[in-house]
């Protein structure tokens, strides 16, 4: 039977960052110590719905704490509970085997469950000699009657046995889920400089390099926007974060749901607490931003990707031309509005995906001309379940340069008495 669960966020490599929440749970490993990573969000939402199943859990985030291999272990020498609880990706695999190595070395006769919204892409070969199960899909929603299930091997949505190779369906969270308050007190929260939250998980586009759509699902569901206001208001009160990040691929795609949120958090808190969000530009209009910026909203992710209509309509970013020019147009519309309602704006281009020299000058001449505060420049993977990279039509050292050069221009803001006073007095 088991009472106690111990969820682990497994150490990185020496000299890399594993950051298992990036990527819709795809994970990302940063290539230098203490990089960015998203604190263990899965692991807060996971605790908090096994303690209100009356379990005793427990949790430890290695890289937060930023512990080696040897380290973690020890530690859990001081707290071997009936259930190991670790979290994989796809992009960490190497750190997450390592790890899963050395636990089975050490605690052969304890149970191992592997979750991650992306973990399922791991091939069954190399992970079925390590753990007992993987849990696929949104782990809070399939952890209790996983963990139930577990001690007889009965079936449970989303569990996939080690002894069995055929994959299960990913468990997906519905629309508006009731959902325990993230059990963030159970990771040392003192080292993440932000918390993050999320108001929707999925989306229903069909940008052909998207990998949110494979780890969150392609249908979106949604929170009551009254309990994630009542959640970014008591994050900010338990936690006193200076900043709380939304994870949700499209934060903007319901406008009503967006008014909602505002309206409840300007009503639970004065002045609302700081907070995030990224989407694409076509949803975030002048007057949402407008309404977002009261709320307190402090910065936007922009997927701008690459102003070409043509591969804006090759990759299914948008249906034909004509909308590609309207997408177009909104970016310029969000990144000025963002200015203009003290909103930072981060712009995120999009490369390797078979740009000529052309479209990357007409994405530099956009940027010079739009001036977003920031921009963020990642390179196209090919992870698990999305297309081939295409023949790259610039050569390696081209698109690099590329790459920098584009990333180099920033706008920061500039003070503006003018614009605070409008904020307060709007
Ligand atoms: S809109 Fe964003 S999240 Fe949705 S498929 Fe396109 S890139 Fe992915």
Redesign the pocket.
């Known amino acids: 039977m088991i009472q106690s669960v111990l969820f682990i966020n497994p150490p990185s490599l020496p000299g890399t960052t594993a950051n298992r929440e990036g990527t819709a749970g795809m994970g990302v490993t940063v290539s230098t110590p203490r990089g960015f990573y998203y604190p263990p969000q899965t692991l807060a939402y996971g605790i908090a719905v096994l303690r209100e199943a009356g379990y005793l859990v427990g949790g430890v985030d290695a890289v937060g704490q930023d512990l080696s291999l040897p380290a973690t272990l020890v530690l859990l020498r001081d707290h071997v509970p009936d259930l190991f609880v670790v979290h994989v990706t796809p992009q960490t695999w190497d750190a997450d085997v390592r790890f899963l190595q050395a636990l089975r070395g050490d605690f052969p006769h304890i149970p191992v469950l592997l979750i991650g919204t992306a973990a399922h892409f791991i091939p069954h070969a190399r992970w079925s000699p390590w753990a007992t199960a993987l849990l696929a899909g949104d782990a809070e929603w399939g952890l209790v009657q996983a963990v139930r299930a577990l001690p007889d091997q009965q079936p449970a949505a989303g569990l996939w046995y080690a002894h069995t190779s055929t994959p299960p369906a990913p468990v997906r969270i519905p629309h508006h889920p009731t959902l325990p308050r993230p059990a963030w007190d159970a990771l040392p929260t003192d080292v993440y400089p932000f918390l993050s939250l999320w108001g929707s998980r999925g989306?229903e586009?069909?940008?052909a390099w998207?990998p949110?759509?494979l780890g969150w699902g392609d249908s979106r569901r949604v929170r009551d926007p009254q309990e994630v206001a009542e959640e970014l208001v008591w994050l900010a009160q338990t936690f006193g974060k200076p900043r709380h990040i939304f994870r949700d691929?499209?934060f903007a795609a319901q406008p009503e749901w967006v008014r909602t949120f505002c309206r409840e958090l300007t009503r639970r808190a004065s002045p609302p607490p700081p907070w995030e969000v990224e989407d694409?530009p076509e949803h975030l209009t002048p007057d949402l931003l407008h309404q977002m910026a009261r709320a307190g909203c402090t910065q936007v992710k922009l997927?701008l990707e690459i102003i070409s209509p043509s591969l804006l309509v090759r990759w299914h970013?948008v249906p034909d031309a004509r909308a590609a020019q309207a997408y177009i147009r909104a970016a310029a519309q969000a990144i000025r509005t963002c200015r203009k309602e003290g909103i930072l704006c981060r712009a995120f281009v999009l490369t390797g995906i078979g740009e000529t020299e052309e479209e990357l000058a007409a994405t530099e001449a956009f940027i010079q001309e739009h001036k977003p505060h920031y921009v963020s420049v990642k390179r196209f993977v090919p992870y698990p379940g999305l297309p081939s990279p295409p023949e790259l039509s610039l050569p390696e050292e081209r698109l690099r340069a590329w790459e920098e050069r584009l990333q180099a221009h920033t706008y920061p803001p500039r003070p503006s008495w003018r614009h605070r006073l409008r904020r307060i007095w709007s």
Do not use: E
């Open positions: 989306c586009h069909t940008c998207c949110y759509r691929p499209l694409r997927g970013r």
